[in-house]
């Protein structure tokens, strides 16, 4: 089993920043990939930023030059830098992790609880 844990969310004023972070814990042997995904009320869970074990990013259009994805391969943990922060990023942020379990090295693709974050106008 990996758990996932968030914290770093909240509530900002627009322009305002936040960062979020996720560790991985449990069984683990190594991590591919580690991202952000967040679900407004109402909408679809979609993807706000990702970033494989080399180091390689991707982001949504939304948030690009306003977030930055990172993170730190000796602790397992994924941070989300969101500076610029607009009422439309309102949403739960939720963490997702993929690698391989320390056991029969099979895959394992998992997700935090997720984290509110809330932008006043």
């Known amino acids: 089993q990996v758990q996932l844990v968030e914290s770093g969310g909240g509530l900002v004023q627009a322009g305002g920043s936040l960062r979020l972070s996720c560790a991985a814990s449990?069984?683990?042997?190594?991590?591919?990939?580690m991202g952000w995904y967040r679900q407004a009320l109402g909408k679809q869970r979609e993807l706000v930023a990702r970033?494989?074990?080399?180091?390689?990013?991707n982001y949504a259009d939304s948030v690009k030059g306003r977030f930055t994805i990172s993170r730190d391969n000796a602790k397992n943990t994924v941070y989300l830098q969101m500076d610029s922060l607009k009422p439309e990023d309102t949403a739960v942020y939720y963490c997702?992790?993929?690698?391989?379990?320390?056991?029969?090295?099979?895959?394992?693709?998992?997700w935090g609880q997720g984290t509110q974050v809330t932008v006043s106008s």
């Open positions: 997702n992790v993929d690698g391989q379990y320390r056991s029969y090295f099979s895959p394992f693709n998992s």
């Open positions: 449990g069984s683990i042997f190594s991590i591919t990939g």
């Open positions: 970033i494989r074990s080399g180091g390689s990013t």
